[in-house]
């Protein structure tokens, strides 16, 4: 019964040049989140994914950063031209319902992005 | 908007008692979560209230007061695993969907 999947867990990048990071929700689960946290804070949200479907994208820079769900395989998180200040730990968390339910998000791993 | 507060460190003793406080001013709201989140990894869920009162589970205790805005976790007999960030996160409506906030978390130090 795997978790939520990332990949890969550690990405190093040069500036300019383009990051992609995978998240496979858990089995079951359609809804994908992704959030960026910073070393001493907490969690921020990017954005939030439904299969195919871009539901909640207030949290993501308007720039360079782009996130998809394709019917199949896993989400992505694209950053394009990375800068200094995308260092961070990225993780994706998933659920099996958005609406009214005691089900938690469940988080992976997650990626820390360096860029050098 | 959505705030939720919580200290950002507290140290307690190894098989003491500790409680960590949340409060949140959130339009609408619909539960409250508590995760537990070690250096470097994921967060793992904890508890979550949405009533008003107490949840158990084990060593761990979670309390919800909605007209207060207030919660806590109360973590029993203290082990030094227990030294990790305590995450509270509230779900509310936002934007056609239940979104959820998280607090910046409290670190926790158990020393001997």
């Known amino acids: 019964n795997a978790g939520v999947m990332q990949n890969p867990r550690h990405l190093v990048r040069r500036r300019g040049q383009e990051a992609r990071l995978r998240c496979s929700p858990m089995?079951?689960?359609?809804?994908v989140y992704w959030y960026r946290q910073l070393p001493e804070e907490g969690l921020k949200f990017m954005v939030y994914l439904q299969k195919e479907n871009i539901i909640d994208e207030s949290g993501m820079p308007k720039e360079r950063f782009s996130a998809e769900f394709p019917k199949e395989g896993p989400s992505i998180l694209r950053i394009q031209q990375v800068v200094r200040g995308d260092s961070a730990a990225y993780f994706c968390?998933?659920?099996?319902?958005?609406?009214?339910?005691?089900?938690?998000?469940?988080f992976g791993d997650g990626t820390r992005l360096s860029i050098l | 908007g959505q705030n939720i507060d919580q200290p950002t460190e507290m140290t307690a003793t190894e098989g003491a008692i500790v409680q960590i406080n949340c409060t949140y001013q959130t339009s609408g709201f619909n539960g409250l979560f508590w995760y537990q989140q070690h250096a470097g990894e994921a967060p793992t869920f904890l508890s979550y209230?949405?009533?008003?009162g107490l949840e158990e589970k084990g060593r761990f205790s979670s309390f919800l007061s909605r007209s207060k805005g207030y919660s806590y976790l109360l973590l029993k007999e203290l082990q030094m695993k227990d030294s990790a960030s305590y995450l509270c996160?509230?779900?509310?409506?936002?934007?056609?969907?239940?979104?959820?906030?998280f607090g910046i978390g409290t670190k926790l130090q158990v020393i001997p």
């Open positions: 209230n949405v009533l008003d």
């Open positions: 089995k079951g689960h359609s809804h």
């Open positions: 996160a509230v779900r509310s409506p936002s934007g056609g969907y239940q979104k959820v906030t």
């Open positions: 968390a998933s659920s099996p319902a958005n609406e009214y339910s005691n089900q938690p998000q469940h």
